[in-house]
């Protein structure tokens, strides 16, 4: 049985860091993403990686402080969070194919894999 579980959330004030992992069972972790949903708000893309690590893409809003990042021994992926901002809190998902090699694209389905979330809150 696949199964996703993120963890690493928590409290940090403004300009603080985290890092988040996913943790992927029953399976090889191909092309993952984080996403994230704040209150009132729609799911949106955070940043993503295929199965080879060779391409990677990040939303606009994160780019230059947030990295993603898979250790494929460990079947984990991280997004590790600089410089976070109260608008960066959310809760955040990981999501992985359901093919392995699947080409990185900004949306996953609900066929797709997905974590329960974790809580990141930044306060100002």
């Known amino acids: 049985q696949v199964q996703l579980v993120e963890s690493g959330g928590g409290l940090v004030q403004a300009g603080g860091s985290l890092r988040l992992s996913c943790v992927f069972s029953?399976?090889?972790?191909?092309?993952y993403a984080w996403f994230r949903q704040a209150p009132g708000k729609e799911r949106e893309f955070v940043a993503g990686?295929?199965?080879?690590?060779?391409?990677?893409d990040y939303a606009n809003s994160v780019k230059g402080r947030f990295t993603i990042s898979r250790d494929n021994a460990k079947n984990t992926g991280y997004l590790q969070m600089n410089s976070l901002k109260p608008e960066d809190t959310a809760i955040y998902y990981c999501a992985a194919a359901k093919y392995y090699n699947i080409v990185l694209r900004r949306t996953f389905e609900s066929d797709d894999y997905w974590g329960q979330g974790t809580q990141v809150t930044v306060s100002s």
């Open positions: 990686i295929d199965w080879s690590g060779a391409n990677i």
């Open positions: 029953g399976g090889a972790l191909g092309t």
